[in-house]
């Protein structure tokens, strides 16, 4: 089965500066799908990739997708208490019938 | 937003118990899906739906059954809970309509989420 690793684990920013997370697949990506979720809540979409070399932005979180490497990672540019929470990286199964398959997640905390 | 909604949020029962949450979505999504999370082990696939009485086992499907008697529901059953089977769950659906074929875009959007504590 498709695994998915998270690195790191746990990050804390400083309110301001820049981060980066990344998720590397087992197995060929089909598609790669961002994800975020707040302590204690559901999880919130973010954005998807499907192609290498397909690079996304939304507000300030840019998603990279490195098909050779078989990895993704998201970038936080100038980093606020808003983007705290547990960050999910989701693969798309062979076939795509039976969900996503997710990573363990990142947990993020901002320092102000 | 897929209008979905776990209930209970919050449950506490005893080992043995029988336990069943309720996932209700508003969208006609025909894909609907059971997660578990937990420390260390992250999101965990248990059940999925495909269409109206069509359900498949995921990756840690022993102890659980599901049950999609409408599109609109998808029930997630514990015959009898363990403490093991301690967890938040979530409910999923996917953007997939029914008469829609497979763009290969998986996006799924997530209910709340059902703490359930066994004792």
């Known amino acids: 089965s498709q695994e998915l690793e998270q690195s790191p684990q746990s990050l804390i920013v400083q309110e301001g500066k820049n981060l980066t997370i990344n998720c590397t697949s087992s197995?060929?990506?089909?598609?790669l799908y961002w994800y975020k979720q707040k302590y204690g809540e559901g999880l919130i979409f973010l954005m998807m990739?499907?192609?290498?070399?397909e690079e996304k932005s939304h507000e300030k979180i840019t998603a990279k997708l490195d098909e050779k490497k078989q990895q993704s990672s998201l970038h936080i540019t100038a980093s606020q208490p808003s983007h705290a929470g547990i960050y999910l990286c989701?693969?798309?199964?062979?076939?795509?019938?039976?969900?996503?398959?997710f990573g363990k997640g990142t947990h993020l905390i901002i320092q102000p | 937003d897929a209008g979905i909604t776990q209930s209970p949020r919050h449950k506490v029962t005893e080992t043995g118990t029988p336990v069943t949450l309720r996932c209700h979505q508003t969208e006609n999504h025909r894909y609907m899906y059971w997660y578990r999370q937990d420390p260390g082990h992250g999101l965990r696939l248990i059940h999925y739906?495909?269409?109206?009485?069509?359900?498949d086992k995921g990756e840690v499907s022993d102890g659980y059954s599901v049950s999609r008697s409408k599109t609109e529901d998808f029930l997630l059953t514990l015959e009898s809970a363990t403490s093991s089977q301690t967890s938040v769950y979530f409910c999923?659906?996917?953007?997939?309509?029914?008469?829609?074929?497979?763009?290969?875009?998986?996006?799924?959007?997530f209910g709340a989420g059902s703490r359930l504590t066994v004792l």
């Open positions: 990739l499907q192609k290498g070399g």
């Open positions: 739906s495909y269409g109206v009485k069509d359900t």
């Open positions: 197995k060929t990506l089909y598609g």
């Open positions: 989701g693969a798309d199964t062979v076939g795509g019938a039976d969900g996503l398959t």
């Open positions: 999923a659906t996917e953007n997939r309509k029914w008469d829609s074929v497979n763009s290969g875009a998986n996006v799924l959007t």
